[in-house]
């Protein structure tokens, strides 16, 4: 295998982590203290491990953590409760409402229902619609994750063609509108798309977020592409139990000039992205907090 090529996920995510854990430390000394609230409904296992790992990453980063675990039969009024008391309290800075939702909750629903400044998984419609016109907000973890990937190998992005191939409302999207907002010129290819591999292989960069194993092979890719495989996918193989990308990781390698590992690429990094935006929500309420003290001096005074 030639090294060279990989991008290092678990690096990335260590060196973001670093930082964030220094700007924790900055807004205690300052009086804030960074908090992030948890929400898991149900008992799906994946789902269980995910925030038990999250809650660690914020641990370690000196982030409080609160975590609301709520039975699978818990009623949609009751979550949308919750949520609005965690609206309310200035001591919370970000609200992570973990999917999927049982399928008596309307997931839509509760996502709207987080407040927009609070949105650490960066889902609400205010803050999508801000990405999409290229303001700074709260945005989704794994494609801000592949962003910072993406510049670590690549530098300068402007003027680069980038594929997305994926549509989807958790990464397709918001990748394709970061990608923009980078000048990059962007293309998003999905299941619709006509001879999506010819548009594939004129891309510098490919974001693979479609949920097909080994999907796409060197036949996709142009020489010295960069790759980032958002993928992760279960597959047996051989008797075993394993996980696989997208990408057809071991064919497209020595036709590119960097791409991610699965596991240890991009997943790392949506953990650390998720630090990074609750950071981020307490440094913005600080500020609009403090703005807002100053305005009321200002009328009494």
């Known amino acids: 295998m030639n090294t060279s090529k990989l991008i290092d996920g678990k690096a990335a995510a260590a060196r973001v982590l670093a930082q964030v854990k220094a700007d924790v430390q900055a807004l205690k000394q300052a009086g804030v203290e960074p908090a992030l609230a948890v929400i898991l409904v149900g008992q799906d296992p994946a789902s269980q491990v995910y925030v038990r790992n ?3 990453r914020a641990e370690e980063a000196g982030i409080r953590s609160l975590e609301y675990r709520l039975s699978a039969d818990t ?24 999917l999927p939702l049982p399928a008596h909750i309307e997931e839509t629903r509760a996502l709207q229902a987080i407040a927009p400044g609070k949105d650490v998984d960066g889902f609400h419609s205010e803050n999508v619609g801000g990405l999409s016109q290229g303001r700074d907000v ?76 080994r999907l796409i092979d060197a036949g996709w890719l142009k020489p010295g592409a960069v790759v980032i495989d958002v993928g992760i996918n279960r597959i047996d193989d051989d008797g075993r139990s394993r ?59």
């Open 54 to 56: 999250k809650i660690l």
């Open 75 to 98: 009623s949609q009024a009751l979550l949308l409760n919750l949520i609005g008391e965690l609206n309310e309290d200035a001591s919370v800075n970000g609200i992570l409402l973990q």
């Open 138 to 213: 709260l945005t989704p973890c794994t494609p801000s994750g592949c962003m910072q990937l993406l510049q670590d190998a690549c530098g300068d992005l402007s003027g680069k063609h980038a594929v997305v191939i994926g549509r989807s409302n958790i990464v397709g999207k918001p990748m394709a509108a970061l990608l923009l907002k980078a000048h990059c010129s962007v293309t998003v290819v999905h299941s619709r798309s006509v001879d999506a591999k010819a548009l594939c292989r004129q891309a510098d960069i490919v974001v693979a977020a479609v949920g097909r194993p």
């Open 243 to 301: 996980l696989v990308g997208d990408v057809d990781f071991d064919s497209a390698l020595p036709q590119v000039s960097a791409i991610t590992p699965v596991p240890g690429g991009v997943g790392p990094m949506t953990i650390a992205f998720l630090m990074k935006n609750t950071v981020t929500a307490a440094v913005q309420q600080a500020h609009a907090q403090r703005s807002h003290l100053e305005a009321l001096c200002h009328s009494i005074y």
